[in-house]
């Protein structure tokens, strides 16, 4: 076993001496998914057609008769020229695209130019991606064109000629779904992905020392002993959740129950249905809340501070959705029961003022009476993920580049207090939960 043990470390050693290469590119993974995405698309769409309901007059038809009735297998070729113009016309588009090139400029020694070459860096990893996702779309695009042109050629049911071209067609798309795989994406990828979250950081560590809370404290970070059960950092947030929902959802429950009993005539059955609506609004609308928390670290700020770019885009999108499910769904509720738009609209904006209030508190930045207690350990978690993917690649390349873009995005002078309480120490304190300190700092 000793020698076994010895020439493991031998191995191991000699293991790590060498260039072993890595597969970077995967076209046929690529084609796959693509494809995945072509077929469930098709899919969707003639599922669709199927449960189409008819109109006044309109005699049924099966998905094939539907299909034969929006001219597919028909003896015009208009649509199959089309179709090939679409097929063929992804080729050039796809190569043209797959044939561009951004090269971001190297290093300057001079720390004066590190600004111009990191913005440099961002926009090449920028026109990078956007050209990724040109090249998808037209991949896509074109697969959709290849299986309706299948869909005509089986509906005809004519010749070889016929396949022929269905697999020309075919071999075309299989080009252009390979695409996105063979496009090189720059080296630059890491280190824009290393500045961004190096601002993400330092935004959270400006917005930490503005409440006056440590670089590692989360309030949720300690242990509930609930008869057997211990109760950690997770089950403190959704406990914390549950009570504040339930209190929340309270007033639009007393509703309906006052509504049911003293002014509205509709069946039971009605009733209740009028309830799940409302339920599943609000339901809808914490679903929002959630969402917002949970990515809480790319729009929390300073309030005054515009300093530091916020990634709120896609938190608005998904809060967006979920309050257009359920605020209807609550209207709707209530309409069941008053019969009144305005008097709905009305008793739902009502219901939800304590939601309303704890989500004005929350980003005015005011602790009490507000979700700041779940935003802080939404952040917390984030933190944690941030630096493990931070830390990951300074192993693999040069460090020099990252030692840069840190000197540039948080200089070696800079403080918070303007003298003692360096930004550097304390996003590194950020970046540390070996042993959580529940300090905090002292609020001026």
């Known amino acids: 076993m000793a020698h076994r043990n010895a020439r493991m470390g031998s191995l191991r050693g000699l293991e790590s001496k060498g260039f072993a290469?890595?597969?970077?590119?995967?076209?046929?993974?690529?084609?796959?998914?693509?494809?995945?995405?072509?077929?469930?698309?098709?899919?969707?769409?003639?599922?669709?057609?199927?449960?189409?309901?008819?109109?006044?007059?309109?005699?049924?038809?099966?998905?094939?008769?539907?299909?034969?009735?929006?001219?597919?297998?028909?003896?015009?070729?208009?649509?199959?020229?089309?179709?090939?113009?679409i097929v063929l016309a992804a080729v050039p588009v796809g190569l043209t695209i797959a044939g561009m090139t951004w090269s971001a400029r190297a290093r300057p020694k001079s720390s004066v130019l590190h600004g111009e070459w990191l913005q440099d860096v961002v926009d090449t990893v920028n026109r990078e991606m956007s050209a990724w996702i040109i090249l998808f779309l037209n991949a896509y695009i074109?697969?959709?064109?290849?299986?309706?042109?299948?869909?005509?050629?089986?509906?005809?049911?004519?010749?070889?000629?016929?396949?022929?071209?269905?697999?020309?067609?075919?071999?075309?798309?299989?080009?252009?779904?390979?695409?996105?795989?063979?496009?090189?994406?720059?080296?630059?990828?890491?280190i824009s992905s290393y500045a961004k979250d190096l601002l993400t950081l330092r935004r959270v560590a400006k917005w930490r020392y503005f409440h006056g809370v440590s670089p590692r404290y989360n309030v949720l970070d300690r242990k509930l002993r609930v008869k057997w059960v211990e109760v950690g950092e997770k089950g403190w947030f959704w406990l914390s959740f549950i009570f504040v929902a339930f209190v929340s959802g309270m007033?639009?429950?007393?509703?309906?129950?006052?509504?049911?009993?003293?002014?509205?005539?509709?069946?039971?059955?009605?009733?209740?249905l009028s309830l799940m609506f409302i339920l599943f609004g609000e339901t809808s609308l914490w679903f929002a809340i959630v969402s917002a928390v949970?990515?809480?670290?790319?729009?929390?700020?300073?309030?005054?501070?515009?300093?530091?770019?916020?990634e709120w885009r896609f938190t608005i999108?998904?809060?967006?959705?979920?309050?257009?499910?359920?605020?209807?769904?609550?209207?709707?509720?209530?309409?069941?029961?008053?019969?009144?738009?305005?008097l709905a609209s009305l008793s739902t904006i009502g219901v939800n003022v304590i939601l309303e209030l704890l989500v004005w508190r929350t980003l005015r930045g005011h602790r009490e009476f507000s979700l700041w207690i779940l935003v802080l350990h939404g952040v917390t978690v984030a933190q944690r993920k941030l630096s493990k993917r931070m830390i990951r690649p300074l192993g693999e390349v040069d460090v020099e580049n990252y030692f840069?873009?840190?000197?540039?995005?948080?200089?070696?002078?800079?403080?918070?207090?303007g003298k003692t309480i360096?930004?550097?120490?304390?996003?590194?304190e950020m970046m540390t939960f070996d042993a959580p300190c529940e300090a905090e700092v002292a609020s001026e």
Request: hydrophobic share 55%; aromatic share 14%.
């Open 142 to 190: 074109c697969g959709v064109a290849v299986m309706l042109f299948w869909i005509d050629a089986l509906l005809r049911k004519q010749g070889v000629m016929n396949m022929l071209s269905t697999l020309f067609l075919m071999t075309i798309y299989l080009f252009s779904a390979s695409l996105p795989a063979l496009m090189k994406i720059g080296d630059g990828i890491t």
């Open 21 to 85: 290469l890595k597969r970077r590119l995967d076209a046929i993974q690529s084609v796959f998914l693509l494809s995945c995405l072509v077929v469930l698309t098709v899919v969707v769409a003639a599922w669709w057609v199927v449960i189409k309901p008819r109109g006044r007059g309109e005699i049924y038809l099966s998905l094939v008769g539907r299909l034969k009735y929006w001219g597919f297998g028909g003896e015009n070729g208009e649509f199959r020229g089309l179709v090939i113009a």
């Open 251 to 272: 007033p639009c429950v007393s509703l309906w129950l006052s509504l049911s009993l003293h002014y509205t005539i509709l069946p039971v059955r009605f009733e209740w």
């Open 422 to 428: 360096k930004l550097r120490d304390f996003i590194n």
């Open 404 to 417: 840069a873009v840190a000197d540039l995005i948080v200089p070696e002078d800079s403080a918070l207090d």
């Open 294 to 310: 949970c990515q809480s670290v790319w729009w929390v700020r300073v309030p005054g501070l515009k300093l530091d770019r916020t």
């Open 317 to 342: 999108l998904y809060v967006s959705i979920f309050c257009i499910i359920g605020m209807p769904l609550q209207v709707f509720g209530y309409y069941m029961m008053i019969q009144n738009w305005w």
